[in-house]
């Protein structure tokens, strides 16, 4: 799992993606959401994207459903 001290933690950018058009990295933000009576939850989104666009291009799961990349290599 991320430690504490990660940025990813709550709110904040990852620049390890997929490619948005040709030689162009996608930024993505993620942000937890903390509850008192149900698992934790993280929604990854396009850091690039309107408040508009972000309501359809949007993944949210339980925040300990993700791990660090570099933890997983």
């Known amino acids: 799992m991320m430690a504490a001290s990660d940025p990813r933690q709550e709110g904040g950018t990852d620049t390890e993606g997929t490619e948005q058009g040709p030689g162009r990295p996608r930024v ?8 008192d009576d149900r698992p934790d939850r993280r929604t ?3 850091a ?7 309501m359809s ?5 339980d925040a300990d459903a993700f791990r660090d ?5």
Do not use: N, Q
């Not at 993505?28 to 509850?35: G, M, N, Q």
């Not at 690039?48 to 972000?54: F, G, K, N």
């Open 28 to 35: 993505l933000s993620a942000t937890r959401v903390p509850y």
């Open 44 to 46: 990854v989104y396009p």
């Open 48 to 54: 690039d994207t309107d408040d508009v666009a972000r």
């Open 69 to 73: 990349l570099e933890a997983m290599r």
């Open 57 to 61: 291009t949007w993944l949210t799961a």
